[in-house]
Structures are given as C-alpha cells and as structure tokens.
C-alpha cells in the first residue's frame, strides 16, 4: 500500500494499520548518506578547535550531532511525504513506499530530536545542545515546513542547517563560538547552493511535477546557471579564508585554492550548457564534484591541523 499523504492508512474495517517496517526501513529514515556528512563535518570542526575533550565525551557529542541529523531527516520525510511520492528520486523512501507509517516517522523523528538534544546538553555542554536543537528546528521547520515550498531561495537559506555541524562541534569542544568556527560554517553555507541548484537543473521536472519552487523551475536555467557560478566563487574564496586567518597552513591554502578553481571551472561548464540540454551532463558532473569537493576540504583542515599539532609537540619535546 502506497503513503502519498501525512494520514494513518486505515483498513477495511476503519481500524489503524500497523506497519510492518523493519530496522533497516527507519534506519533510512534517517537519511544516512546526509547523516554522513554531517558527522564529518562535525568532527572536523572538534577536531580543529582549541583545547582537548575526552575521546568518550567526544564520541558521545559525534553520536548526539549523528542522530540529531538523523531526526531531522525523519522529520522531512514524514512532511515531505506526499511529494516524495510523485518525485521520481524520492519515490522510494520508506514512507511513500509504505514501509513506514507517517506518525510512526514523526514519532521517531520527535523522540530522536529530544534525546540527542538532551544527551548532548547533560554529557557535553548546553551550548552545543543548543544550537543542535536550533539546528533541527531550522531544517524541520524553517527550511522544511516553510521556506521549501513558499521560495525559490529555499536552499539558499535552508542552507544554514547543513552548515552548523561543524560549529556544534567546535563548542562541544571549546564551549563557545568563535570567528574559525564561522568560517568553517560559511564553507558549507556558500557551498549549498549551486550543488543543489546543480542537482535541481537535472530534477526540473520532478521539482516542477510537485510545484516545489526551485530555483530553474522559477527563475529559469539562465539565472541559475549564473547563481551557481556566483556562489562556485564565494565557495572558492571561502575555502582559503583559513589561510588568510591564520588557522591553517600555506600548503591548505594551496589546495584549497586548486579545489576551488576546478569547482569554478564545473560551475562554468554548467554555465556554458545548453538551454534545455536533455542529459544535463555538465550539472551532473557539478554535483558529483561538489560532494568530493566538501569532503576534500574538510579533510584537509583537519589532516593540515592534526600535522601542524604533532609538528608544535615535537618542537617542545626537542
């Protein structure tokens, strides 16, 4: 039986019918390929901050941050659920697809949400805990709720909740917030946009089948493509900020410099792509470069902080 609403599905005999969903099914719920990221970017930011946290405490944050990303994922899933049914991409998640019960996934999405807040508060500091509920409530409400279907500048200011997982981490370390942590928050920020935009050129019809105003469904293609190479180079000059302030090396700077300029080279490439290109290859490649782009740079702050820590104690040991 397939879920295209946000109702109980009822049976022949009007009662409640109980789902049969499997570990697996609400695992997916949880978004786990974005769930990913967001714990990457989070250790990133523990990683680079000042001061030390206990590995227990710091794998506790990391969990907390991972099932509070999670939540907000089935929080999604369970508004989105009836355009998830049309959409050729999302037709598959385990609400559309009946596996799973839309008050079942707002449940779990709620009971998650509570719990890795308030772990988060209690083990690590209230602080981080914070801006993790502000952070759900942003991408479940704001952006979801709100801004997903009422503006073509959805991903742009939805943005901010993919964006603050590596603050939360830096204060679950430090305890406060500070200009690095902002900077690291600005690359992921800067970074949304023209990797979903590339994604909607080549999901224009299915954006366009639910009447979710994207940006090439509303603006067009032309301003789209120009929006993406706008933001390609603010993502690039964000990407070497680190340097600039001290808190990463020349070699970083370096790299990330390079992974900026093919990130503008793509955002180009889309640039130059035909109007009403059928294959949308150029977006496609965009997309795909723009995933292994976040995880490069990141890695690379982190490899270039960890390099720069073990050079500082061995200076002191000698």
Not at 4 to 19: C, F, K, M, T, W
Not at 32 to 38: A, E, G, I, N
Not at 81 to 102: E, F, N, Q, W
Request: proline letters at 5%; a neutral charge; hydrophobic letters at 60%.
């Amino acid at each position: 039986m397939t879920v295209i609403d946000n109702h109980e599905a009822i049976g022949s005999e009007g009662a409640v019918r109980l789902s049969e969903a499997t570990a697996r099914d609400f695992f997916e719920l949880l978004k786990p390929r974005v769930m990913s990221l967001v714990v990457f970017t989070a250790l990133a930011g523990m990683v680079m901050a000042p001061g030390h946290i206990h590995p227990v405490i710091g794998f506790i944050a990391i969990l907390c941050i991972a099932v509070g990303a999670g939540a907000s994922g089935a929080l999604n899933m369970w508004y989105d659920a009836d355009i998830d049914a049309v959409m050729t991409r999302t037709a598959s998640r385990p609400i559309p697809a009946g596996k799973i019960l839309p008050g079942e996934a707002l449940a779990f999405g709620l009971t998650l949400s509570a719990f890795s807040v308030c772990i988060l508060g209690v083990v690590v500091n209230w602080l981080s805990a914070g801006l993790l509920a502000f952070t759900i409530f942003f991408y479940a409400v704001i952006y979801t709720i709100w801004l997903k279907r009422s503006t073509p500048q959805n991903i742009v200011i939805g943005g901010a909740a993919g964006a603050f997982p590596p603050m939360i981490g830096w204060a679950a370390v430090t305890g406060g917030v500070s200009v690095e942590s902002i900077v690291l928050f600005l690359i992921t920020f800067l970074w949304t946009p023209p990797h979903f935009w590339a994604l909607a050129l080549f999901k224009m019809r299915d954006y366009g089948a639910v009447g979710v105003p994207m940006m090439p469904n509303v603006c067009g293609e032309a301003v789209t493509k120009t929006q993406i190479v706008i933001y390609a180079v603010l993502t690039a000059i964000i990407g070497v900020v680190p340097t600039a302030l001290g808190f990463a090396s020349t070699v970083y700077g370096v790299f990330a410099a390079v992974l900026g300029l093919i990130f503008i080279w793509y955002s180009l490439g889309v640039h130059r792509m035909p109007e009403g290109d059928a294959r949308m290859l150029p977006a496609k490649k965009l997309f795909a470069f723009s995933i292994l782009y976040l995880f490069a740079i990141f890695s690379a702050l982190m490899i270039d902080h960890l390099v720069a820590t073990l050079w500082l104690a061995a200076g002191k040991a000698v």
